[in-house]
């Protein structure tokens, strides 16, 4: 079973503080997301990354940054919280295969007070 | 620009009846695939089915079928004899390119939200 795991349910952090997301995949996979869920907005995609220290802009990429330095492991950085980065963020991990989905974590409700 | 849209926020429906919820998508790309996510109120993202834009005839997984025409640009989720664990929100996603230009990456829709009434 694949499992992708992210290192918090719940976070409370204040304005300017610097976090940090963990999300890690033991299926040995290529791909790693990271999006945040907003109501009436979807998913949207933030980076993404294919290979060990290779990182993709998504579409809201503004007050993020990423790393991945193990092909297991893609961290999420809010360089300095505020409030508007209040929100559910997604991990997911996928093979290279075009027909296979991506499998997700549980996800990390993040509040920036 | 590659787009999916989910026209219905919310839906109710009957226990043991069927339920469609829509979902159009826009794209330039002749090789494209389609997902159908399930998120309960726990959160997580839960697979249904999938879609491939060559295959020739609709997905089924269980009570989970698509009705996919290609013509319209439409893959809607069909979910047959509701349950009451099936209120959840789902979401319709499309991943472009094939092969070397596959990044995986996924485009969602907005969400439908379901209630089965008992």
């Known amino acids: 079973d694949v499992k992708v795991t992210q290192s918090s349910r719940y976070l409370v952090k204040r304005t300017g503080e610097k976090v940090f997301l963990e999300c890690v995949q033991d299926?040995?996979?290529?791909?790693m997301f990271w999006y945040r869920q907003d109501p009436g907005l979807g998913l949207r995609l933030i980076y993404f990354?294919?290979?060990?220290?290779?990182?993709e802009k998504g579409d809201i990429p503004e007050g993020y940054s990423v790393s991945r330095e193990k092909k297991e492991r893609f961290s999420l950085i809010l360089e300095s919280a505020s409030t508007n980065q209040t929100s559910m963020y997604l991990c997911?991990?996928?093979?290279?295969?075009?027909?296979?989905?991506?499998?997700f974590g549980p996800g990390t409700r993040l509040t920036v007070l | 620009a590659q787009k999916i849209t989910q026209t219905q926020p919310g839906m109710f429906v009957q226990e043991k009846e069927a339920v469609t919820l829509d979902c159009t998508y826009d794209?330039?790309?002749?090789?494209?695939?389609l997902f159908w996510y399930k998120q309960p109120s726990s959160g997580e993202m839960i697979f249904l089915i999938y879609?491939?834009?060559?295959?020739?005839q609709n997905a089924t997984e269980g009570r989970y079928s698509l009705n996919f025409q290609k013509a319209r640009k439409s893959a809607n989720l069909v979910i047959s004899a509701s349950q009451l664990g099936d209120s959840a929100m789902y979401f319709c996603?499309?991943?472009?390119?094939?092969?070397?230009?596959?990044?995986?990456?996924?485009?969602f829709g907005q969400g439908t939200t379901l209630q089965v009434k008992p």
């Open positions: 997911a991990s996928s093979p290279p295969d075009f027909s296979d989905t991506q499998y």
């Open positions: 299926m040995d996979h290529e791909n």
């Open positions: 990354s294919y290979d060990v220290k290779m990182k």
């Open positions: 794209t330039s790309d002749p090789s494209y695939g």
């Open positions: 879609q491939g834009s060559y295959d020739q």
């Open positions: 996603a499309m991943r472009e390119g094939y092969g070397s230009s596959n990044t995986g990456k996924l485009i």
